[in-house]
């Protein structure tokens, strides 16, 4: 059998009929659950790193995932041998890892090789700068491509990773931050087997793994929702640490149903358990027309689907905005503040234990209605838990008393000041956890 390597040369909820889901809804959640499979999977990767494996039977699962996550029809990494000024390309044939070797030319990977720049081609045949480079691999014809270069642990070149013939559409830029963290991942394979697995390189898999967090923040809401009669400010930060702080907005013809989520841990395995909730609330979130339903049902997929360690505070909420009603069930989270017109303030009761704790949990619901003037802050505890060079907390009395001056304020406004006063606290550009924050202000 002869291999041809020229491949690179070249709401429901509020008690009213359930919406028909929109075409929008159907394509956001089908996006937001294809990043949750390439996260997931490049989560599993990691975890094969520090697996007793040889190198052949990484590549190989690793080439394979590839495939599927990125929608390609064939993957190929090549490694450089500076030596004997060779480049080897590894690829599945047949199921099968075949490695092959070639002397160093002018090909497309030893372009990436030389200069370290991605190459993303959507249309082969028709780009002139690789037209008479593209050849076939088998009997499969390469329409497009996308090349990234891979780099060891001294920032040199050590190879490259290729993905070939994206099934739908083109390879975007999604594709390519999912590709370069897979490179990352082939990289520490090679240094762990040529290191004969020392611990210490696998401290580099959080800082390599950053870029699929990137990805999982995606998931958060790109704006806040417009809400007739109300006015509403978002904002979130992650730490210096990779977490899991979630929060977002399901909007409806009469109502809007909020969330906001705080996962236990820190790093990669929290940001994960975040893309798996919102995967999770979006397949529900239209199915289901009470607070405590939704929130129990979560709470079983959560224990179902995750370590026992593992759990999140969990707040749900449906608003109203004809009725001012305002529904909700605190699996454990913060309590809520309600400011109202006069200045007093009152706290929203939890109504169970955080999810994932106990299977099949009966969670409290609870209701209040929203007056004209009345405001409302929903927080994680990286707000009030930020300390200053002193190891003091910011805690819930300071942040008390600047909404409780601030409260005349828009939504906004109040947002601002209040994290001004927090960072002017801590003094600091970093910070121990995630902060979330979510104001709401009947106007």
């Not at 390189?201 to 109300?230: F, T």
């Not at 699996?331 to 200045?343: E, Q, R, S, V």
């Amino acid at each position: 059998m002869e291999y041809q390597l020229s491949l690179d040369r070249g709401q429901n909820i509020a008690n009213h009929t359930q919406p028909t889901v929109a075409p929008a809804f159907k394509a956001n959640l089908a996006y937001s659950q294809q990043l949750n499979r390439q996260i997931s999977t490049i989560y599993s990767l990691t975890r094969l790193l520090n697996s007793r494996q040889k190198l052949d039977s990484q590549l190989t699962m690793i080439l394979n995932e590839t495939n599927r996550i990125l929608d390609a029809d064939f993957s190929v990494f090549y490694l450089l041998n500076d030596r004997r000024k060779e480049i080897w390309p590894h690829f599945l044939w047949e199921g099968k890892l075949m490695q092959l070797r070639q002397p160093l030319g002018n090909s497309i990977a030893e372009y990436v090789l030389e200069h370290g720049k991605t190459v993303n081609v959507a249309d082969a045949y028709n780009d002139p700068r690789y037209r008479t480079e593209i050849a076939k691999l088998g009997q499969v014809p390469i329409r497009s491509f996308l090349i990234v270069p891979i780099t060891n642990r001294n920032g040199k070149i050590s190879g490259c990773l290729q993905v070939i013939n994206k099934r739908q559409g083109a390879f975007d830029q999604k594709d390519t931050q999912c590709l370069m963290v897979v490179a990352d991942l082939i990289a520490l394979a090679i240094q762990g087997n040529l290191m004969n697995g020392k611990a210490d390189e696998c401290r580099r898999l959080e800082s390599e793994i950053s870029r699929a967090v990137d990805i999982q923040r995606q998931l958060l809401p790109a704006k806040v929702p417009q809400l007739p009669g109300y006015e509403m400010f978002a904002f979130n930060q992650p730490s210096t640490f990779v977490g899991g702080d979630y929060y977002d907005f399901f909007p409806f013809p009469r109502t809007m149903s909020f969330v906001m989520a705080d996962v236990s841990g820190k790093g990669v395995p929290a940001a994960l358990l975040t893309a798996n909730l919102h995967a999770s609330l979006h397949a529900y979130a239209s199915e289901i027309n009470t607070c405590k339903e939704i929130v129990r049902k979560i709470n079983n997929h959560f224990y179902l689907y995750t370590a026992s360690d593992m759990f999140a505070t969990f707040f749900w909420a449906n608003l109203n905005h004809q009725t001012h009603r305002f529904k909700y069930v605190n699996a454990g989270h913060i309590p809520p503040i309600i400011i109202k017109k006069d200045g007093t303030m009152s706290k929203l009761k939890s109504g169970g234990l955080p999810i994932g704790i106990v299977d099949e949990f009966e969670y409290e619901q609870s209701e209040v209605k929203l007056s004209r003037g009345d405001t409302m802050l929903l927080f994680t505890d990286g707000i009030t838990e930020v300390t200053n060079q002193r190891n003091e907390q910011f805690g819930k009395n300071r942040l008390r008393e600047v909404i409780a001056q601030n409260s005349h304020l828009p939504p906004k406004e109040l947002g601002k000041m209040l994290l001004n006063q927090v960072r002017m606290f801590s003094r600091s550009a970093n910070y121990p956890d995630d902060m979330t924050l979510i104001i709401l202000k009947r106007n």
